[in-house]
C-alpha cells in the first residue's frame, strides 16, 4: 500500500517524521538554474505551466521529500490585481503604482482570477508525474503580507507605506485586506480543485504587527479563509506560517483552526506544547544557515529536534526559505537523517 507520510502526520498515523522544505526548488539546484533560463523573466517563468511544473518535480526526484510545493510566487496575486510584478536580478521585486487608496475608494480593485489559470494548469501536469506517495501543497500569501507588497510596491526593511496607510485610514486598509481575503480563499480553493492536497498560507511580515496589529490583518482574515476553505474541504489540510509571530498564532489555534503551524527559526521546541495537549501539527524550524555550516553540527542538530519532536504532530522542515548557497550534500544528508525516524 502507498503511504503518504505527509498527509498521514495531520491524523496522527504517520509511521516516521515527514519532511519538505521551504523553497526546496531553486537557485542552490543546478537543474533548477538551468530551467530558469528558458523563460525570459521570473514571473513568465512562474506563468509557464510546464516550466513551473518541472521545478516543483526537480527536488522531488532529486531527494525525495514527502511533499512538492506547486513552484509560483505570493506575488502572483497583486499580479491578478493588476499590477505589473517585476523581479530585479539583486534587488528583489518591483510592483507597479497602483493608486489603490482611489481604487478602493471606487470600488475597482478587480481579483482576476483568470490570469493565474496557468498555475493550476501546472498543479495538474505536477500531479500527474508526481510520485503516489508524494503529496502537492498549494499555496499563497496572507492578506497582511500581500497588502505590504502592494502598498510598498517592493520589499522593504520596515514596509512604512503600508504600516502608515493602515493607522491613517483604517477602514480603507480593513477594505484592503477584506478584498484580498476573498481572493486568498478563491484561489486556494481553485488550487485544491486543480489538484492541491494541503495548501501552506505565508504571513511573512506579520512579526512587524503590533498585538491589536496581528489580530486585526493576520488571525481575523487568516481565520475567515480557513473557515471558508473548511466548508468546501473540510479534510484538506491548511498549514500557516505565521513569520517573526508563532507565539500569538499557537495561542489562538481555536479561533484560527488552521491544521498545521509552521515555525519560524526564532521557535524553541524544547518549550512548545506535548502532542496531547494541541490538535495542531507543528512545522519546522531548522534555520537555513545551518545547511551551510559543518556536518557535524548539523547532524547533532537535527538529531536533537527530532528527538524533542519524536511522536509530536511534526513534521521536519527550516524555518525559512533555503538559501541558494546551500551544498546539495547537506540536503542529502538531511533527509536521510530525517527519514530515518
Ligand atoms: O529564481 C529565483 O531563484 C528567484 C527566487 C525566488 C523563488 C525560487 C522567488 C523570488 N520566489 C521563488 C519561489 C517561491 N516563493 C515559492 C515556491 C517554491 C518553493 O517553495 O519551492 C514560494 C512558496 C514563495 C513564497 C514567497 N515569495 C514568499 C513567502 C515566503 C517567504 O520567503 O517569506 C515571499 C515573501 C515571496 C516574495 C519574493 N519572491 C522572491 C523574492 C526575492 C521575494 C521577496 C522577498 C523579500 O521581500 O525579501
Request: proline share 6%.
Amino acid at each position: 500500500m502507498i503511504k503518504k507520510e505527509f498527509l498521514l502526520t495531520f491524523k496522527g498515523l504517520n509511521s516516521r517524521t515527514s519532511l519538505w522544505l521551504m523553497r526546496q526548488a531553486g537557485r542552490y539546484l543546478p537543474e533548477y538554474r538551468e530551467l530558469r533560463v528558458k523563460a525570459k523573466n521570473f514571473m513568465d517563468f512562474c506563468f509557464n505551466p510546464e516550466l513551473a511544473a518541472e521545478a516543483t518535480l526537480q527536488p522531488i526526484r532529486r531527494f525525495g521529500f514527502d511533499a512538492a510545493i506547486i513552484f509560483s510566487d505570493i506575488l502572483v496575486i497583486p499580479y491578478a490585481f493588476g499590477q505589473s510584478v517585476d523581479f530585479i536580478e539583486g534587488v528583489g521585486p518591483k510592483l507597479s503604482s497602483l493608486p489603490l487608496v482611489d481604487i478602493l475608494n471606487s470600488d475597482r480593485l478587480i481579483f482576476e482570477n483568470n490570469k493565474l489559470l496557468n498555475v493550476f494548469k501546472a498543479i495538474k501536469i505536477v500531479k500527474d508525474q508526481l510520485p503516489k506517495e508524494v503529496s502537492l501543497i498549494g499555496f499563497s500569501g496572507c492578506p497582511w503580507t500581500l497588502a505590504c507588497y502592494m502598498v510598498d510596491q517592493g520589499s522593504s526593511k520596515d514596509f512604512f507605506k503600508t504600516r502608515l496607510l493602515a493607522v491613517t485610514r483604517p477602514d480603507l486598509f480593513q477594505k484592503l485586506i477584506n478584498i484580498l481575503a476573498d481572493a486568498v480563499f478563491l484561489y486556494l480553493k481553485h488550487q485544491i480543485e486543480a489538484g492541491a492536497e494541503a495548501v501552506q498560507l505565508f504571513d511573512s511580515w506579520v512579526g512587524l504587527l503590533p498585538p491589536d496589529g496581528v489580530w486585526k490583518w493576520s488571525i481575523s482574515p487568516v481565520s475567515s479563509i480557513i473557515s471558508k476553505l473548511k466548508n468546501y474541504y473540510p479534510s484538506i489540510p491548511i498549514i500557516v506560517f505565521p513569520k517573526g509571530n508563532y507565539q500569538t498564532y499557537a495561542d489562538n489555534y481555536h479561533i484560527h483552526k488552521a491544521d498545521a503551524i509552521s515555525a519560524d527559526t526564532t521557535v524553541d521546541f524544547s518549550k512548545v506544547k506535548i502532542a496531547s495537549e494541541r490538535p495542531y501539527v507543528i512545522q519546522g524550524n531548522l534555520d537555513p544557515f545551518d545547511l551551510l555550516g559543518a556536518t557535524s553540527a548539523l547532524k547533532n542538530k537535527v538529531d536533537n529536534t527530532l528527538k524533542t519532536m519524536q511522536g509530536k504532530k511534526f513534521i521536519f522542515n527550516l524555518g525559512h526559505g533555503i538559501l541558494p548557497e546551500t551544498p546539495i550534500d547537506n540536503v542529502y544528508r538531511l533527509v536521510e537523517q530525517v527519514k530515518a525516524t
